[in-house]
């Protein structure tokens, strides 16, 4: 079974640049998540996705970041302006659908904004 | 806001010893305990979880144990190993919604 997959793995920037991140999660999994994970910290949810529709995204920094999952299987992430504060790893994740929640994570993009 | 507190932050073990991570929640409503394991460049793997209504849960040599009352959960793993060495997360969440994720515990075994 193919699992999470997320591109790019790396992405450099400078501060007030676009960039955006891409995800593909295990085939049938319904629940899609995005967190930040900040060096030495645990990850943090961003935005949770059911389907199409947002679940929770009570922690997305809706100024600057946006994403969508159009027809309910990959996604994009998207930061713009980026700042020095987002440089981070940003881990998709995916789930089936239910009370039983084995999130299955990516390897992450590693985003450094200089 | 921290919802899940962890504790060591990094902890050293002799192969064939206990490995012990401690975590406290606060929110009641959570009702899944999970804990993953992460090597460096990857992302987080789920390594056991464990849900309020049992006080203890064992896969191996990783044990969960789950204090309601206390509002604390922690892992144990026995006879560590090199290979255990990574960094342990807690994390808890409401069903499948909300998960909160505590700060990590790198740890590494000496042989």
């Known amino acids: 079974e193919a699992g999470v997959a997320q591109s790019p793995r790396y992405k450099i920037i400078e501060k007030r640049q676009s960039v955006a991140f891409w995800c593909n999660p295990i085939s049938g999994h319904a629940t899609l998540y995005w967190y930040q994970q900040i060096l030495g910290q645990g990850p943090k949810l961003l935005i949770q996705f059911q389907n199409n529709g947002v679940v929770d995204d009570s922690q997305l920094p809706k100024d600057r970041f946006s994403a969508e999952r159009l027809k309910g299987v990959d996604s994009t992430l998207k930061i713009q302006p980026a700042k020095l504060e987002d440089s981070a790893v940003y881990l998709c994740?995916?789930?089936?659908?239910?009370?039983?929640?084995?999130?299955?994570f990516g390897a992450g993009t590693r985003l450094s904004v200089l | 806001q921290q919802q899940v507190k962890q504790s060591p932050q990094s902890l050293i073990v002799q192969k064939g010893g206990i490995s012990i991570i401690n975590c406290a929640y606060e929110?009641?409503?959570?009702?899944?305990f999970p804990w993953y394991q992460q090597f460096p460049g990857k992302g987080p793997a789920l390594l056991i979880a464990?849900?309020?209504?049992?006080s203890e849960k064992k896969e191996g040599r990783f044990t969960i144990s789950f204090n309601k009352s206390a509002k604390q959960f922690s892992l144990h793993i026995m006879d560590s190993q090199p290979g255990d060495s990574a960094t342990y997360f807690c994390?808890?969440?409401?069903?499948?919604?909300?998960?909160?994720f505590g700060a990590g515990t790198r740890l590494t075994v000496k042989p």
């Open positions: 994740a995916s789930s089936l659908t239910g009370a039983k929640n084995i999130q299955y």
């Open positions: 929110n009641t409503a959570f009702d899944y």
């Open positions: 464990i849900r309020p209504d049992v």
């Open positions: 994390a808890a969440s409401r069903g499948n919604n909300d998960m909160r």
